[in-house]
Each structure stands twice: as structure tokens, then as C-alpha cells.
């Protein structure tokens, strides 16, 4: 096995940090190899604690949604298995996730397929990773100050 590709399963990344601290945990969907690698590589580098799975169809984003109960879905749309809009529609219902698409689809091409429900963040393909990084700290803000608060 070539250790350089992604497997068919989930892979998860952890990045080391004070014990007090909690991890975000982030979920990103994606089936194209090279974008999930090029997503571990910007995220490994992201100054977020991060607990990070990477999943290539809809099949395993559902299982690993379930188990893993992200705090941000990065998703594709156009995914092998269950298709991205699918899975939109099934893991909606789980708090505190915040979604965000990343897709090359039209708007129309999206409208035509259900559209995107209300409160969920669409970004364009080329992913712009400022946006994203942005997004993911704001999450790990919140979730730091709610701890703070709970006196955790």
C-alpha cells in the first residue's frame, strides 16, 4: 500500500497542544485525493487545535458525522456514494455543527439540486483557505470562551 495516498476510510490528525486545550474537531469531505491532501497539509498548519477526519464519499461522512459529531463540515458536493447535498440534508440535524460547502457548482446548478438550507456557508472552488481558516476560528473562539464560562 502507498502510504502517500488516501485510503478509502477515514484518516484523522491530531496537532499537539496544552492538555487544557480542546481540540476542534473537523470533518472534511471531499473525493478528490489531491484535495484531501492538499486540505491536510493547509490544516496541519492552521494555529487551531485541530482533531481532523478526512473522508472521500457520502457513505463514510455519515458514519463518521455520527461518531465523530464535528464542530465544522467542510463538504463537497459532488461526492461518490450518498451525494453532498444528501448528506447537507441528513446531518442538519445535529448541533452545533457549522457547514460550510465548497463546491464548483453554478448557483443555478445548486438551486436546480434543492439549494443550500439557510445558515449554511458556501465557498467556491479553488477553496479559499483564509476564508475557511477564518471560520474555523471563530468556532474554536466560541467554543474556548463557552468552556471558560463553564469553568472547564
Not at 500500500?1 to 478509502?8: E, K, L, V
Not at 464519499?57 to 447535498?85: S, Y
Request: include cysteine.
Amino acid at each position: 500500500m502507498n502510504h502517500s495516498t488516501i485510503p478509502q476510510n477515514t484518516q484523522s490528525t491530531r496537532v499537539s497542544s496544552p492538555v487544557s486545550a480542546r481540540p476542534l474537531k473537523v470533518l472534511v469531505v471531499e473525493d478528490d485525493a489531491a484535495m484531501l491532501r492538499l486540505y491536510q497539509t493547509v490544516l496541519s498548519a492552521w494555529p487551531v487545535l485541530l482533531d481532523a477526519a478526512f473522508v472521500n464519499n457520502g457513505i463514510d461522512a455519515m458514519f463518521t458525522m455520527r461518531r465523530m459529531q464535528p464542530d465544522l463540515l467542510v463538504l463537497d458536493l459532488n461526492i461518490p456514494g450518498i451525494n453532498g447535498m444528501k448528506v447537507l440534508k441528513e446531518t442538519l440535524w445535529q448541533a452545533g455543527v457549522t457547514t460550510v460547502v465548497v463546491t464548483g457548482l453554478e448557483e443555478d446548478r445548486i438551486h436546480d439540486l434543492g439549494g443550500i438550507p439557510f445558515g449554511v456557508v458556501v465557498l467556491p472552488k479553488p477553496v479559499p483557505f483564509g476564508r475557511l481558516m477564518a471560520i474555523a476560528q471563530k468556532i474554536s473562539a466560541a467554543k474556548c470562551g463557552a468552556t471558560d464560562q463553564a469553568g472547564v
